[in-house]
């Protein structure tokens, strides 16, 4: 019988055979979508009645993740140690970190979690080494760190962003679909796969610059989304966690009690997308969101300073907030 993996290839093999063209479209479509299905299948983990193994992925701690992925020995593990003071085996060969080490920054106020993943390999998402895993958790994560190394940057950038590539599948029997613009097949599957499809922010930290002359590290910085650094020396990581935190997009609220100064020692973090009053409240505990009458706020999100605003507003970063209870 034949797998998965032996599926995706004869599509594949057939895809690369076939003369595109207007008679070809319809059929051409309809392979990408089974590409698509299978591709999905391959990165969902199925669900088995015995037990065994231990668990992969790790319990999820602060306002944000940060996946650590890369090729075997290029210093992720290293990067991690240095960000978090957490060990996770180094040494100069390949899948020395063979699950996930979770370690945490404490970056402006907010508690990062950085997950240090197996090195990935080219295959990965056929499921050649523990490449599902690493791509399952790698899509749960907020922003990703791929790691690469200086001396073949955008050999490996390329290889790794081919495995990373998430495909969906949807189930639709009957549609009409009206389309206002010059749009591919590709397109249309995106946007049919966008529930299950994860575009998630990415900063390249290209390691060990350390090897390299002034002239090579220029043309490191032109590369798009790139911090280069060492992590072995600690050069240049304080620029990483500045790019980490832009990519983040995180949002500091300061608390401010009735008739004292505002506390900045110790924000509520939110993400931007779940930012609102409530959302504050809910960071706090549920059941202020139960005795809310009206918050003061002053910042950026109020046009008067203070502004008196209710539960649906939404704060932006480093407002000072007041609650007042019923």
């Not at 009645?49 to 890369?70: K, P, Q």
């Not at 609102?276 to 960071?283: L, M, Q």
Request: aromatic share 6%; glycine share 8%.
């Amino acid at each position: 019988m034949a797998t998965t993996v032996d599926k995706i290839k004869d599509i594949e093999a057939e895809m690369a055979k076939t003369q595109k063209n207007k008679a070809t479209s319809f059929h051409l479509g309809q392979l990408k979508a089974k590409l698509a299905k299978l591709k999905r299948e391959l990165l969902t983990p199925t669900s088995s009645g015995g037990g065994g193994g231990s668990g992969f992925d790790v319990a999820r701690t602060g306002v944000a993740s940060v996946g650590f992925i890369g090729f075997p020995s290029v210093g992720k593990s290293t990067l991690m140690s240095r960000l978090t003071g957490q060990h996770s085996e180094v040494a100069a060969y390949e899948f020395t970190t063979l699950t996930t080490v979770p370690g945490q920054v404490v970056y402006n106020g907010a508690k990062i979690q950085m997950l240090d993943l197996p090195g990935i390999i080219q295959g990965a998402k056929d499921g050649k080494g523990r490449g599902r895993q690493v791509i399952a958790v790698a899509k749960t994560c907020h922003l990703i760190f791929i790691v690469l190394d200086v001396n073949k940057p955008l050999t490996d950038k390329k290889i790794i962003e081919a495995e990373l590539e998430v495909m969906g599948e949807y189930k639709i029997s009957s549609a009409d679909i009206a389309i206002r613009c010059d749009a591919t097949i590709d397109d249309l599957i995106d946007v049919l796969e966008a529930k299950s499809r994860s575009y998630i922010p990415v900063i390249y930290a290209l390691n060990k610059i350390d090897a390299i002359s002034i002239e090579e590290l220029d043309l490191l910085y032109r590369i798009p989304n790139a911090c280069p650094i060492s992590s072995e020396h600690g050069w240049n990581v304080d620029e990483l966690l500045e790019q980490m935190w832009e990519k983040l997009n995180l949002v500091r609220v300061y608390t401010k009690p009735k008739g004292k100064l505002p506390d900045y020692t110790q924000p509520v973090v939110l993400r931007s997308t779940k930012c609102t009053v409530e959302d504050f409240c809910n960071a706090i505990h549920k059941t202020i969101v139960e005795q809310f009458r009206q918050a003061i706020v002053y910042g950026k999100s109020v046009k008067h300073q203070p502004q008196r605003v209710g539960l649906s507003h939404e704060l932006a970063d480093e407002d000072i907030i007041t609650i007042i209870k019923r």
